[in-house]
């Protein structure tokens, strides 16, 4: 896919907030809001654009622990069984299938370090196939970004 000047600017606003008025974008760069929706749509429809999504603070609801967490499997003809048990579990907000150590790591948002426990024990060690896991609690997040254009 290959981007213009103009589609860049129209990114980078977006990324920074998905919610600029399409006008105000449409002044910036000098061409008329169907300008900007025109290329908006070819942009989606190159898959550069995968979508727009509203933002929660997790700890604004009381989630307070973050987690990675690696796990281990008996199997890796396991993985499809596992993370079809894992996708039912509403607190794991993310799931990687890596090279290393752990077949999955996963990063969990939880309301506190008691239910973090309590969701490794009851409910992903109890998952068919998983022989452990590894949990590292995130003390702090300093960087959260798009990858830059």
Do not use: W
């Not at 579990?89 to 790591?105: D, K, L, M, Q, R």
Request: proline letters at 2%; glycine letters at 6%; one cysteine or more.
């Amino acid at each position: 896919m290959k981007i213009d000047g103009i589609d860049k600017i129209i990114i980078k606003r977006l990324v920074k907030d998905a919610r600029t008025p399409v006008l105000s974008i449409a002044r910036e760069v000098g061409i008329s809001g169907a300008a900007i929706h025109q290329r908006l749509r070819k942009l989606e429809k190159s898959q550069l654009i995968e979508g727009y999504r509203m933002i929660i603070n997790p700890k604004s609801l009381g989630y307070t622990t973050t987690a990675f967490v690696g796990v281990f499997l008996d199997s890796s003809s396991l993985y499809s069984s596992a993370i079809k048990r894992l996708k039912d579990i509403p607190e794991i907000v993310e799931s990687h299938y890596t090279t290393g150590n752990y077949a999955i790591f996963i990063k969990i948002l939880c309301k506190n370090n008691e239910d973090l426990m309590h969701l490794l024990n009851k409910d992903i060690q109890n998952i068919k196939g998983v022989s452990r896991t590894e949990t590292f609690i995130s003390l702090d997040q300093q960087i959260e970004r798009q990858i830059s254009i």
